[in-house]
């Protein structure tokens, strides 16, 4: 005997919790073949306002944990994703049309790029830091520091899956929290996501997951003053030039997009860092 299907209905991640839009808004994701899956909260204006205040409440406690304490959060994650994955390559299979290897290909992908961004926790400032040669009795060091909330658009062409991780793990390694519009067409496999990090070590409010119209989201996030960068690597084939130019009211850091936002690039890891410098006298003895 087999039992009843029970048509889902996904709710957006904020703040460690899994609200309804306020606007009360879905929309419909179908298969290839136009067959019903799930409906997928449409985030609002207040949506996106509302992750953006769980992300700056989450800064603080995330941008002081340890290099060391981060990275063992993010290979948790990794952790989840590779006990879910049958989860993950169904999901994909269903909304893409994915063959069993193409799907599977996709989630390894999408761990393998997890794992080697959490790695970077503890030894990108050996890389993006240095000691400054200057001419006095001195030490001159330049220290990275996250540069706050960031709010980054996950790639919408067709990989709902690693295109998400690429938006989400260059940020959080760093230490700053991010608020992340999904894959319009692609949205489950970032819902599920956003399950497994409920469900792992990552404070409330580091990761915050928006399903919809990017075109519609990201106007505002462009404006809103307490965002501190946009990450828009993911965002080709959107008018991402006009997010940038509003973005310039509030001196936000802009990467603009990259030709391959799903390639594994310590430049992403930079991107999103600010450089405190550091003067401290010494002895000439």
């Known amino acids: 005997m087999t039992h009843m299907s029970i048509p889902k209905t996904y709710k957006l991640f904020v703040g460690g919790k899994f609200p309804r839009s306020e606007s009360g808004r879905v929309y419909e994701v179908t298969s290839p073949r136009g067959e019903f899956l799930a409906n997928v909260a449409l985030a609002s204006r207040k949506d996106a306002r509302d992750a953006v205040v769980a992300a700056r ?37 269903q909304q893409s049309g994915f063959s069993e290897k193409v799907a599977r290909a996709e989630v390894s992908a999408a761990i393998d790029m997890w794992v080697w961004y959490a790695g970077w926790a503890d030894k990108y400032t050996q890389v993006a830091g240095n000691a400054n040669a200057v001419s006095g009795p001195f030490f001159n060091l330049s220290v990275p520091v996250p540069t ?10 067709g990989h709902g899956l690693v295109g998400l991780v690429s938006a989400i793990a260059p940020a959080l390694v760093t230490g700053n929290t991010v608020v992340v519009v999904a894959n319009a067409s692609q949205p489950l496999a970032a819902m599920t996501f956003a399950e497994v ?19 519609e989201i990201m106007p505002w996030m462009a404006n809103h003053g307490d965002v501190n960068a946009l990450d ?8 991402w030039a006009e997010w940038e130019a509003e973005a310039s009211a509030t001196l936000k850091r802009v990467v603009r997009p990259v030709s391959d936002a799903l390639s594994l690039s310590v430049s992403r890891i930079s991107s999103l860092v600010e450089t405190k410098t550091v003067w401290h006298t010494k002895s000439l003895a």
Request: hydrophobic fraction near 45%.
């Open 148 to 157: 706050g909330v960031v709010v980054a658009v996950a790639e919408q062409s």
């Open 197 to 215: 990090v409920a469900t792992s070590d990552v404070p409330g409010g580091v990761v915050n997951i928006l399903t919809g119209n990017v075109a």
């Open 232 to 239: 828009l690597s993911g965002a080709n084939g959107e008018p």
């Open 57 to 93: 409440s989450a800064f603080s406690g995330w941008s002081h944990a340890t290099a060391y304490n981060r990275g063992q959060v993010l290979y948790r994650i990794a952790e989840m994703l590779d006990g879910r994955a049958d989860q993950f390559v169904s999901e994909l299979r």
